[in-house]
C-alpha cells in the first residue's frame, strides 16, 4: 500500500454565515496552512482532523491502493486530489497525494 501525504493548502472563514447561522463556539479547527500529515495503509494520521479525515477517507484508500486519475485527467498529477473538509463556515482546503 502506497503511503499519502496530506497537507493543508488554503484555509477559508465566512464570519457573515458564523455570525448568521452558528451557535458561538469557543474552538474549532486546529489546521494551519503549511500543516501536512501522512496516511500510512489508509489509516487517519495522527493529529488529523477527525471530520476532515471522513471527507479524506475515501479518496486518500483510493490512492493509497494505486487508484488515481479522479475524473479522467481532472489532476495535473493523476496520484493526486485537492479536496476540502465539510464545515461550511471553515472549509480547509487540503492536496492529498501519494508520495511512495
Same mark, same amino acid.
Request: net charge negative; proline share 5%; glycine share 8%.
Given at each position: ?9 488554503? #484555509?477559508?472563514?465566512? +464570519?457573515? !454565515?458564523?455570525?448568521?447561522?452558528? /451557535?458561538?463556539?469557543? +474552538?474549532?479547527?486546529? #489546521?494551519?496552512? $503549511? #500543516? &501536512?500529515?501522512? &496516511?500510512? /495503509?489508509?489509516?487517519?494520521?495522527? =493529529?488529523?482532523?477527525? &471530520?476532515?479525515?471522513?471527507? !479524506? ?7 493509497? /491502493? $494505486? =487508484? =488515481?486519475?479522479?475524473?479522467? $485527467?481532472? #489532476?495535473?498529477?493523476? +496520484? ?7 464545515? $461550511?463556515?471553515?472549509?480547509? &482546503? ?7
Amino acid at each position: 500500500m502506497k503511503k499519502v501525504k496530506i497537507t493543508v493548502m488554503r #484555509m477559508a472563514c465566512y +464570519h457573515d !454565515l458564523i455570525e448568521k447561522y452558528e /451557535n458561538p463556539i469557543e +474552538h474549532a479547527c486546529d #489546521m494551519k496552512v $503549511g #500543516m &501536512s500529515f501522512v &496516511s500510512e /495503509n489508509a489509516t487517519r494520521p495522527p =493529529g488529523m482532523c477527525d &471530520s476532515a479525515w471522513e471527507t !479524506l477517507k475515501p479518496w486518500v484508500a483510493q490512492l493509497a /491502493n $494505486g =487508484g =488515481g486519475d479522479f475524473y479522467d $485527467g481532472w #489532476m495535473k498529477n493523476k +496520484h493526486s486530489a485537492m479536496l476540502s473538509c465539510n464545515d $461550511g463556515f471553515r472549509p480547509v &482546503s487540503f492536496l492529498i497525494e501519494t508520495i511512495e
